[in-house]
């Protein structure tokens, strides 16, 4: 399985908007469980939106409405639209892929959010 390789944090003031991708390349990847993560500094990691092989999706509480989990299979991509940022949504946000082969994080990608 092959490392997810994140891209698009940044720093945005609040009530911005970031889009992070995520790329997980490989013939196998329609078929897997695509998750964002965020992690911030002393904090647990803590699950934020997952998209199934089917494209059906879930989201923390924190952020319904929000933001917005997607995939383009063709691509390998895996996408996080993130609209109306709040300074709590500052964190690394990691990209995993899980599947029968077993799981796979990403390195993560910043995301800073200033008031």
């Known amino acids: 399985q092959v490392q997810p390789v994140e891209s698009g944090g940044g720093l945005v003031q609040t009530g911005g908007s970031l889009r992070l991708s995520c790329v997980a390349s490989g013939s196998i990847f329609s078929r897997m469980i695509m998750s964002w993560y965020r992690q911030a500094p002393g904090k647990q990691r803590e699950l934020v939106a997952t998209i199934g092989s089917g494209g059906t999706t879930n989201y923390a509480d924190s952020v319904k409405g929000r933001f917005t989990i997607s995939r383009d299979n063709a691509k390998s991509t895996v996408y996080l639209q993130m609209n109306s940022l709040k300074p709590e949504d500052t964190a690394v946000y990691y990209c995993?892929?899980?599947?029968?082969?077993?799981?796979?994080w990403g390195q993560g990608t910043q995301v800073t959010v200033s008031s």
């Open positions: 995993k892929s899980s599947g029968a082969v077993g799981t796979t």
